[in-house]
C-alpha cells in the first residue's frame, strides 16, 4: 500500500497431534481425581481381602467343631439308649449267680402282673400266706427226689386215692417238651403211680379227659394252659389235688425260666385262679416252687 502503513498478522499453528492429545485427553481435575482414587480402591481392595479370608477360615473352623460336637452327642445318645434297653436274660445270668426262687418272688410277679388293672381287695385275694407253701428246690434236687422230701407219706397216699378225673399232684412246666423231661425222672414213682402228661401237642382236649374219667391217676405234668383248660371243662376236677409244684428254676435254651414267657406266665396265673388259691388258704393244697 503506498503512503500508508504495512499490517503483519502472525498466525501461528498448532501441530495436529497436539490439539488430538487435547480434545481427547482428560482434564487436569479429572487426572488428579484419577491419581487421588487408584490408591484408596488398591487400598480398600487389600482391607477386603484381608478381612474376607480370615472370616472363611472361622467359618470352616466352626463347622467342623459344630460337625464334631453334633458326632459326639450322636453317639452319646446311642449310648443313653443302649443303656435304657433292658439287659437279656444272658447278661443278667453272666454277672449274677442263679438264685432259686422262693414265695416272694411268686408274689411279685402276681403284683407287676395285676397291681395296674386290680383293685386293692382283689390283690389281697390273689396274694397266699408262707403256711401255704412247700419247702422250695435248693437247686440241687431231681424232681423225683423233690417229691420225696415234700411227700413222705407218698405210698400211703396213692393207696387211698380212688378219685377219677383228679391227680393228687399237679407239676406245671413251660412246655411239652420240658413235660417230657421231667416224667422221665418219676422213674422211682412209675410202680406205685400213674402219670399223665397234659399239654396240648398232638394231644386234643377229649382224650385227655376221656383217659381222667376212665383211670385213676396219680400225677399230672404239663403246660398251664392246657391244664387251665381241663379244669374249666370239668375233665379235671381239685378234689383230690394235695401239691401243685411250679418247674420255677429250670431255664430253656434262651436260658427263659417259666415265669420269663409272657403267655406262659399269664396262663400260670390263671391257672393259680381257677380255684388253687382258694384251696391253698383253705389248707388243703399246698404249693412248691421246684
Given at each position: 500500500m503506498s503512503g500508508g502503513k504495512e499490517i503483519i498478522i502472525q498466525v501461528s499453528y498448532l501441530p495436529w497431534n497436539f490439539e488430538r492429545e487435547v480434545s481427547e485427553g482428560p482434564s487436569e481435575d479429572e487426572a488428579d481425581k484419577a491419581e487421588v482414587k487408584t490408591p484408596e480402591k488398591s487400598e480398600t481392595k487389600k482391607r477386603k481381602s484381608q478381612s474376607v479370608k480370615p472370616a472363611k477360615a472361622k467359618k470352616k473352623k466352626t463347622d467342623?467343631?459344630?460337625?464334631?460336637?453334633?458326632?459326639?452327642?450322636?453317639?452319646e445318645e446311642k449310648v443313653s439308649k443302649k443303656s435304657r434297653r433292658k439287659k437279656k436274660i444272658t447278661q443278667v445270668l453272666a454277672s449274677t449267680t442263679p438264685k432259686p426262687g422262693c414265695p416272694a418272688d411268686l408274689w411279685?410277679?402276681?403284683?407287676?402282673?395285676?397291681?395296674?388293672?386290680?383293685?386293692?381287695?382283689?390283690?389281697e385275694e390273689l396274694k397266699l400266706p408262707d403256711s401255704c407253701f412247700l419247702p422250695s428246690n435248693d437247686l440241687t434236687h431231681s424232681l423225683s427226689s423233690f417229691l420225696k422230701e415234700i411227700c413222705p407219706k407218698w405210698a400211703k397216699l396213692c393207696k387211698q386215692h380212688t378219685e377219677k378225673k383228679s391227680v393228687i399232684v399237679l407239676v406245671v412246666c413251660s412246655s411239652a417238651h420240658r413235660t417230657l423231661e421231667l416224667i422221665k425222672q418219676l422213674t422211682t414213682f412209675k410202680g406205685n403211680a400213674k402219670v399223665l402228661k397234659l399239654f396240648a401237642k398232638h394231644i386234643k382236649v377229649e382224650q385227655q379227659m376221656q383217659h381222667l374219667e376212665k383211670s385213676v391217676a396219680h400225677i399230672g405234668v404239663?403246660?398251664?394252659?392246657r391244664i387251665k383248660a381241663l379244669i374249666e371243662k370239668d375233665g379235671l376236677t381239685l378234689n383230690a389235688l394235695k401239691y401243685v409244684v411250679l418247674d420255677?428254676?429250670?431255664r430253656d435254651q434262651k436260658l427263659r425260666r417259666l415265669a420269663d414267657i409272657p403267655e406262659v406266665r399269664l396262663e400260670m396265673l390263671k391257672l393259680l385262679e381257677t380255684g388253687i388259691i382258694q384251696a391253698c388258704?383253705?389248707?388243703t393244697v399246698k404249693l412248691g416252687l421246684y
Amino acid at each position: 500500500m503506498s503512503g500508508g502503513k504495512e499490517i503483519i498478522i502472525q498466525v501461528s499453528y498448532l501441530p495436529w497431534n497436539f490439539e488430538r492429545e487435547v480434545s481427547e485427553g482428560p482434564s487436569e481435575d479429572e487426572a488428579d481425581k484419577a491419581e487421588v482414587k487408584t490408591p484408596e480402591k488398591s487400598e480398600t481392595k487389600k482391607r477386603k481381602s484381608q478381612s474376607v479370608k480370615p472370616a472363611k477360615a472361622k467359618k470352616k473352623k466352626t463347622d467342623t467343631e459344630c460337625f464334631v460336637a453334633q458326632k459326639t452327642t450322636d453317639v452319646e445318645e446311642k449310648v443313653s439308649k443302649k443303656s435304657r434297653r433292658k439287659k437279656k436274660i444272658t447278661q443278667v445270668l453272666a454277672s449274677t449267680t442263679p438264685k432259686p426262687g422262693c414265695p416272694a418272688d411268686l408274689w411279685r410277679l402276681i403284683e407287676e402282673q395285676y397291681s395296674d388293672s386290680r383293685s386293692a381287695i382283689e390283690m389281697e385275694e390273689l396274694k397266699l400266706p408262707d403256711s401255704c407253701f412247700l419247702p422250695s428246690n435248693d437247686l440241687t434236687h431231681s424232681l423225683s427226689s423233690f417229691l420225696k422230701e415234700i411227700c413222705p407219706k407218698w405210698a400211703k397216699l396213692c393207696k387211698q386215692h380212688t378219685e377219677k378225673k383228679s391227680v393228687i399232684v399237679l407239676v406245671v412246666c413251660s412246655s411239652a417238651h420240658r413235660t417230657l423231661e421231667l416224667i422221665k425222672q418219676l422213674t422211682t414213682f412209675k410202680g406205685n403211680a400213674k402219670v399223665l402228661k397234659l399239654f396240648a401237642k398232638h394231644i386234643k382236649v377229649e382224650q385227655q379227659m376221656q383217659h381222667l374219667e376212665k383211670s385213676v391217676a396219680h400225677i399230672g405234668v404239663g403246660t398251664p394252659g392246657r391244664i387251665k383248660a381241663l379244669i374249666e371243662k370239668d375233665g379235671l376236677t381239685l378234689n383230690a389235688l394235695k401239691y401243685v409244684v411250679l418247674d420255677w428254676n429250670w431255664r430253656d435254651q434262651k436260658l427263659r425260666r417259666l415265669a420269663d414267657i409272657p403267655e406262659v406266665r399269664l396262663e400260670m396265673l390263671k391257672l393259680l385262679e381257677t380255684g388253687i388259691i382258694q384251696a391253698c388258704k383253705a389248707g388243703t393244697v399246698k404249693l412248691g416252687l421246684y
